[in-house]
Structure formats: structure tokens, C-alpha cells
């Protein structure tokens, strides 16, 4: 069984070569596309609902306040579901995980293939609410006005919610199983690259979390055909159960969506720093603690939900506590770039001043929201709304972003344009500020979140304007994204196997890389950062045929 | 110097405990933030890469500096968690002396009810120099009861109470907000608090809580006061816009089709009866009945009156 048999084979048809396919790297491909598609619809939501608080009165960009309502719902659940999660746990988990750790494939391929596609059938369910009638229960679907809103809304997104669950927990089993199983040999943890790190904590979580949501919004389903009264108050049932329940998954779910956006970062970092990542061990474990911590942290969500504001002290200390490694991965990344090397290209603009550079912005907005009496006047306010767009935008997006661009050479064969992702680093960044930093502000006045109308005074309506000028700019930089990726693909130089001098495996193999991902078992020898001028002649990780 | 003006006027004490707290912890934050964005940006410009093949130093960590960056941030926060949490037991505890209102959430209004008996609807008025506790609950979904100007918010949840407590505030009319979404219109969910010195406070008491706060005098005279207290106008337009029910402008006196097919006179008497019984006759394009609401025979009157005027 050599390269010969197969080379005269005919090329499989798309059908076999992508729909069918259990290769886990084009699974991240497509689950990267379906992805990015739903960004743009969810943008595109975001972009009406930025719209039509140009003005403070009645609706008038949407017909109707119902389809305002219904618009933030599909942002929010849109953003959430089918992009930022899937995006980073699924479409980079399957593309890189295997390869990093010297795999040929995933453990289970075959369930991975399954995992894509209920995620796609996930996401054509929740399309479909825009034909059969969308929800307007904003994606926390809060009891009893979810129970009672009114068209198949609510039903159409359990569903949806359902079986992308069901797509994350088999994602999740089986980035455990192939990190656990599937290692090179001399690949051991103290040498995985540290998005590996990241993604195995973050299939964790999604493992232990996912099923108190499926639970909480299965009793949705019940309340509302089955005739139980789980949170039917005048029945003896109490809302607030499913707020414990949805949060204690929903907390955790920021950090599926913040902790392998770390991970990128700390790829990115010591390749174009020409560092070794400064704390290694700090780093990996203190994505530990995060994932830990943030399973005690869930009802800093309702301290003014109705229970006594003296029981949020315990979760304002945890949210507190859980701060403290994400100040020390800062202060780490902060301390790789001291007398590095630093490469301005794309992908470290955008975990450089993009991700270190908003995602303190969104921390340091927590520790305000953490305090109780502090977040008694902001909590559902648009400062909310600026700090979670810091974390998720400013952060994740950006880490998103940097990885398509880092690993664009190695997943296409071409060097992605270098004139053109700056131009979309900038238009993302200044647009991103420009739509969340007055959010702040916004909110501190008064403005609750989830409104169509507002008080114009104190310059309200100058400060919203503001937010939605930044927001078309982010448009646009989607938009240029695209052209980007285009104009790549068409006409980009053809990438060598390693552009950036990178040291984990992916890099180690052509772009793109065989089918298998390594012709030869690779064999492991060093950690992979090992950067820096005191070794003249750095080496990659690995070292063939010792 | 003065930062006041990034918040509504504070107007008790708790409102400027809350700002203290909060100033608190931006100088603290503005601290590490110009810190982090400082030396981000002097690593980047300072150790910018000068050659293509340069590399940088070859250090793998530093476990003092672990420690250090680890401590200080922690001690921070314990900082501010203790000066939070002190700040949430003197919150929770209302002190023995307080003036209760009883506040109801409705889709889409609040009700107020005082301890002499009677009700208001969105229309809140307090006295300037008393503790006033507020007991929140809601009649049907999850509401927020949120006063931007006391820095006070409280989830009004059906089948709890919730409660939430003020000290003497400064006189004047501050708006009450609806934080938590509770639906179609749940934007137009607001409500006026007016405080006021004890004399006219005394005058609201006696006149069962029509006197006191801008009772409005317009063309519509009491019916319009009545629409806008009774959180008539969050559903329906006085023109003929269509909100969440139907418009009231130019209405009166033509014929109105109705659901089942038959066809109603819009006038008095369907207004009144639309109002105290308002699934006996539902207009076309509407599927649900209004909620019923909190008026009496002689106001539902009174808002006809208003509605006539309306062009």
C-alpha cells in the first residue's frame, strides 16, 4: 500500500471528496464556512437592530416592534450557536487538533463527520424560523414569556438548540478521546502546543455543560405542550429554576467561547515574537482554573433576579477569583513580546492590539458588573452589552480572525494577501471600538438593553449614532474579509510548508497538508516554542525517524 | 474633576455608595488598562523586528514574576470584593421605619400600591424625607424594576416578592425603566417617579393618588392623563399607527370591522366595552385579546372622551 496505488485512482468526486468526507481537516473547512456564513446573517441582523437605534422612537427601520424583538433573538442566538462555538471549538478543533499532536486523524471520524452535520441541520432549523416565524425570546429565552410567545418560534429554536447540543457534545467527546489516545509518540502534555490545551479544557466544558441546558429548555418544551408547570408560578413552579439551570451552562459557554481563542493567541504570539511562550505552564493552567472557576461563577447573571442580593456575594467572589488567570495569560503574553522579535503581520496585529488590547477592555468591564451593588444599576443595561462585545468581539473575534489568517497558507496552499489583511485588521478594529466603547456610556445613563426606544437627552442619541457609524464599518471589514479570502485564493503566491518559521507539527508538512497529515509517524523531542537567539539554529518540534 | 455627568443625577445615598464603588473600581481599572495598553504598545514599537531572521531572547519564564502578577491582581480583587460585599449587606437590610409601596409589573405597566389602599399606575410618587421600601412582584411575566436615578433594580418575578429599599431622595421627576425583556413592548414600559415634600405628599395620600405629579391638563383633560397613566399609550398610537393594538387616531364615530366578521361602531359605548371586557368584540387583524387592565367604568369614560378629540 504505497503513494502509487492510489495516485492513479480518479479524483474523487465533491460529493465523496467533501460532503462525505471523514478527514478531519476538511471538516474544519467546512464547519469554517457554514460558520462564516452564519456570521455574515447574524451580522446582518446586528446591522438592523444598530440601524434602527439611529433614531429613539417608535420602529421604523423594522415594520414592527415584534421584528425588533425578533432580530436580537437571531443576532444573539445566531452568534452564539452557530457561529463563535462552533467556529472556534469545531471549525479549529477538528482542523488543528489532530495535526498538532501528531495524529493522522481524529479518534472517531466517522461521529465527527456526524457532528457536522447535525450542526449543519441545527443550523438550516434555526434558518428556518425565518420562514416559519422567528422567536422574540432573546437567546436567554427567559420563562414564562418564552413559554408563552406567541408562533413556533420558541419551538423552532429548542430544536435548533437541541441538536447543535447534541453536534457539541459529540465534537467534544471526541476532541477528549483523540487528545487523550491519538498523541505522536514523545508528544506528551507538558509538550501539546497550547491551543491543544485550550481545546481539550474547552471540550470539557462543553461535555459537563451542554446537558443542563438541553435539560432547561426541554422543560420549556414540556411547560408549553405537556402541561407541566415547572416554572408556572402560580402553580407552585418558579422561573427562576430555569435561569440557574440556562446560566449554569451559559457561563461556561463563554468560556468554550474565550478560552481556545486564548489558545490561538499563544500559537500566534511566540512565532512572530521569535520568543518561547514566556509561562507555558502558567498559561495551560490557568485555562484550567478558568474552566474550573467557571463552572461556580453562573448566577453572577441574576443578582437582581429575585433572590436576597447578600446570596450573590459568593459568585461576585468567584467572578472576582476567575479574573485572576486571565490577568496572568495578559500579563504572560505581555511578557513574550519583552525583547522578542515582533513580525507585524496580520494574524499578530490582530492578537496584539486586537485581542490583548479589547479583551482587557471586556475584563476590566467585569470587575464592575461583578461587584453586586455596582452591577444592581447595570445589570441588562447596554454596558453590559459593551462588555460581553469587548470579550466576544474585540476578544474572540479577533482571535478568530488572526487564526484564519495564520493558518490560511497552511489550510489553502496560499499565502493570503498581506496589503489587504491589514486593511481588515484596521477596519475591524477601529470599527469595533467605535460601535462598543460608547456602549458603555449608554448604558450607564439608563439605556436597558433589548430596546427599541430611548430617552434622546445627554447625548443619547449622538453616543448611540456613534455605536451604529462603528458598526457599518464593521460591516464593511466583513465584507473586505471576503475580498480578502478572494483575492487570496485566486491570485495568492503559493505557500511553502512553513511561512512563519513556526514550530508545531501542522507546520511541519505541506500546505496543504496529505490526506493522513504525516507520510512519515512523527516523533517528538522538544516543546513547541522553542524559539530564541541563544539556540542559532532553532529546529521544529519534531524530529523524523529517531 | 467631575465625572457626575456619566450617570443620571444620583439622588439618594445609596445612588452615591453605588457611584463611590464604582469609582472605585475604574481607577483602579483605568490603572491596569493604561498599564497593559502602555506596555503593549512599547513592546511592540521597542522590539519590533529589524531583521528578517532575528530572533528574540530565549526565555522560557520567570516563576517571581508568576507570583507577583498573580498576587497583586488577586489582592486587588479582594480589595473590591470587600468593600462590595460590606457595600450588599447595608443594601439588603431596609431599616425599621419605612414607608411601604407595593409594586406590580404587567405587561406593559407598573402598578403602585399604597398602604392607605389605593393604586396608581405608572405614576409613582414619594415623599422626599422618608425610607421608602418598595415590595416587587409581577402579575404575569418576568419584569426588572429599575431606577436609573437610585442606582436600584429588582426583578419583578411572578409568584416572589422581591424587595428593594430607598432613604430620602432629592425632589424631582426621574423615569422608572423596564430592564428585563418581557416582550412586544417591552421598550415602551415606563414610568414616572416624582418626589415631592410632604405637603404634596400628604395631597396625593388625600386625594387617593390622583393629585400630586403633572396630572396632565391638556385638550383630553383627565382622559389623556388617564391614557398615559394607565400605560394606554405603550399599545396604542393616537394617530393611526398600528403598535401592538390598534390606533386610536380618527377613529371615532366609523364603523369597525370586527374579527368575526360582523361590524361595530367605534364610539362610546364599544370603547368602554372594548375596555372592561376586551374579548367581546376584537377588531380585524388582531388575534388576542388586550389584557385586562386596572380601570374603572368612569375612567374607561373618561378615556372615550379623550379619544373623540384624537384626529
Not at chain 1, 422574540?136 to 441538536?163: M, R
Not at chain 1, 511562550?277 to 467557571?294: P, T, V
Not at chain 2, 450617570?7 to 473600581?25: R, T
Amino acid at each position: 500500500m504505497g503513494a502509487t496505488a492510489t495516485a492513479e485512482t480518479k479524483k474523487p468526486s465533491f460529493v465523496r471528496d467533501w460532503l462525505l468526507t471523514v478527514d478531519h481537516k476538511k471538516i474544519g473547512i467546512m464547519y469554517g464556512v457554514a460558520c462564516l456564513f452564519f456570521f455574515f446573517i447574524g451580522g446582518a441582523a446586528a446591522l438592523v437592530i444598530r440601524t434602527e437605534l439611529l433614531t429613539p422612537g417608535m420602529p421604523d427601520v423594522v415594520p414592527q416592534a415584534d421584528m425588533f424583538n425578533q432580530m436580537f433573538t437571531m443576532h444573539g442566538s445566531i452568534m452564539i450557536f452557530l457561529f463563535m462555538i462552533p467556529m472556534l471549538t469545531a471549525a479549529f478543533g477538528n482542523y488543528l487538533v489532530p495535526i498538532m499532536i501528531g495524529a493522522h486523524d481524529m479518534a472517531f471520524p466517522r461521529m465527527n463527520n456526524l457532528a457536522f452535520w447535525l450542526f449543519a441541520l441545527g443550523g438550516v432549523v434555526f434558518l428556518s424560523s425565518f420562514y416559519f416565524g422567528m422567536p422574540d425570546i432573546g437567546w436567554t429565552a427567559y420563562p414564562p414569556y418564552s413559554i408563552q410567545s406567541q408562533g413556533l418560534g420558541l419551538d423552532i429554536w429548542v430544536l435548533g438548540v437541541h441538536i447543535l447540543g447534541i453536534s457539541s457534545i459529540l465534537g467534544a467527546i471526541n476532541i477528549i478521546v483523540t487528545v487523550f489516545n491519538m498523541r505522536a509518540p514523545g508528544m506528551t502534555f507538558n509538550r501539546l502546543p497550547l491551543y491543544v490545551w485550550s481545546s481539550l479544557i474547552t471540550a470539557f466544558i462543553q461535555l459537563f455543560g451542554t446537558p443542563a441546558l438541553a435539560g432547561a429548555i426541554t422543560t420549556l418544551l414540556f411547560d408549553r405542550h405537556f402541561g407541566t408547570h415547572f416554572y408556572d408560578a402560580s402553580a407552585g413552579g418558579d422561573p427562576m429554576l430555569y435561569q440557574h439551570l440556562f446560566w449554569f451552562y451559559s457561563h461556561p459557554a463563554v468560556y468554550i467561547m474565550v478560552i481556545p481563542a486564548m489558545g490561538i493567541v499563544s500559537e500566534i504570539i511566540p512565532v512572530f515574537a521569535r520568543k518561547p511562550i514566556f509561562g507555558y505552564h502558567a498559561i495551560a493552567y490557568s485555562s484550567i482554573a478558568i474552566g474550573f472557576l467557571g463552572f461556580l461563577v453562573w448566577a453572577h447573571h441574576m443578582f437582581v433576579a429575585g433572590m436576597p442580593l447578600a446570596t450573590g456575594i459568593p459568585f461576585m467572589v468567584t467572578s472576582m477569583i476567575i479574573a485572576v488567570p486571565s490577568a496572568i495569560k495578559i500579563f504572560n503574553w505581555l511578557a513574550t513580546l519583552w525583547r522578542g522579535s515582533n513580525w507585524f503581520t496580520t494574524p499578530m496585529l490582530f492578537v496584539t492590539l486586537g485581542f490583548i488590547g479589547m479583551f482587557t477592555i471586556g475584563g476590566l468591564g467585569g470587575i464592575f458588573l461583578a461587584a453586586v451593588p455596582v452591577d444592581m444599576h447595570m445589570h441588562d443595561t447596554y454596558f453590559v452589552v459593551a462588555h460581553f462585545h469587548y470579550v466576544l468581539f474585540g476578544g474572540s473575534m479577533m482571535a478568530v480572525l488572526a487564526g484564519i489568517f495564520y493558518w490560511f497558507p497552511k489550510m489553502t496552499g496560499r499565502m493570503y494577501n498581506e496589503k489587504l489583511g491589514k486593511i481588515v485588521f484596521w477596519m475591524y478594529f477601529i470599527g469595533t471600538n467605535l460601535t462598543f466603547f460608547p456602549m458603555h456610556y449608554i448604558g450607564m445613563m439608563g439605556m436597558p438593553r433589548r430596546v427599541f426606544q430611548y430617552d434622546p437627552a445627554n447625548g443619547m442619541q449622538i453616543a448611540n449614532q456613534i455605536a451604529t457609524f462603528g458598526s457599518y464599518l464593521v460591516g464593511a471589514a466583513a465584507v473586505m474579509m471576503v475580498v480578502t479570502i478572494v483575492v487570496s485564493l485566486r491570485s495568492g503566491a503559493k505557500a511553502p510548508a512553513n511561512p512563519w518559521g513556526a514550530q508545531t507539527l501542522e507546520w511541519t508538512v505541506s500546505s496543504p497538508p496529505p490526506e493522513h497529515n504525516f507520510i512519515e509517524m512523527p516523533y517528538v523531542t522538544a516543546p513547541p516554542y522553542e524559539f530564541g537567539e541563544a539556540e542559532e539554529n532553532y529546529t521544529s518540534q519534531k524530529s523524523f525517524g529517531a | 474633576m467631575d465625572f457626575s455627568w456619566l450617570f443620571p443625577p444620583a439622588i439618594n445615598d445609596m445612588a452615591k455608595q453605588v457611584d463611590s464603588l464604582f469609582w472605585f473600581i475604574a481607577a483602579i481599572s483605568l490603572f491596569i488598562f493604561v498599564l497593559v495598553e502602555m506596555l503593549l504598545f512599547i513592546f511592540l514599537v521597542r522590539y519590533r523586528r529589524k531583521r528578517p531572521d532575528k530572533q528574540g531572547i530565549a526565555l522560557h519564564g520567570n516563576t517571581k514574576m508568576e507570583i507577583i502578577w498573580t498576587v497583586i491582581p488577586a489582592l486587588i480583587l479582594v480589595a473590591i470584593g470587600v468593600f462590595g460585599s460590606q457595600m450588599t449587606y447595608a443594601i439588603q437590610t431596609p431599616p425599621k421605619d419605612v414607608y411601604t409601596i407595593n409594586v406590580t409589573g404587567y405587561k406593559w405597566r407598573w402598578d403602585f400600591e399604597y398602604p392607605e389602599g389605593f393604586k396608581t399606575t405608572n405614576k409613582l410618587v414619594i415623599p422626599e424625607d422618608k425610607n421608602v421600601l418598595f415590595k416587587i412582584t409581577s402579575a404575569d411575566i418576568i419584569h426588572s424594576f429599575w431606577i436609573p436615578a437610585m442606582r436600584i433594580k429588582q426583578d419583578a418575578v411572578p409568584g416572589r416578592q422581591t424587595q428593594i429599599w430607598s432613604g430620602p431622595t432629592k425632589q424631582g421627576e426621574y423615569p422608572i425603566v423596564c430592564a428585563e425583556y418581557c416582550g412586544t413592548m417591552h421598550s415602551m414600559m415606563l414610568a414616572k417617579l416624582n418626589v415631592v415634600n410632604t405637603d404634596e405628599f400628604n395631597k396625593f395620600v388625600q386625594s387617593g393618588g390622583k393629585a400630586g405629579g403633572g396630572a396632565a391638563g391638556g385638550p383630553g383633560g383627565e382622559g389623556q392623563a388617564l391614557a398615559e397613566q394607565k400605560g394606554c399609550l405603550s399599545c396604542h398610537a393616537t394617530d393611526q399607527n398600528k403598535l401592538v393594538g390598534p390606533g386610536w387616531g380618527g377613529m371615532f364615530g366609523k364603523d369597525v370591522k370586527l374579527s368575526d366578521g360582523s361590524t361595530a361602531k367605534y364610539d362610546e359605548k364599544y370603547i368602554v366595552e372594548s375596555i372592561m371586557d376586551p374579548a367581546a368584540k376584537i377588531p380585524q387583524g388582531y388575534s388576542s385579546p388586550m389584557p385586562p387592565q386596572q380601570v374603572t367604568e368612569e375612567e374607561a369614560k373618561a378615556i372615550a372622551e379623550y379619544i373623540k378629540t384624537l384626529k
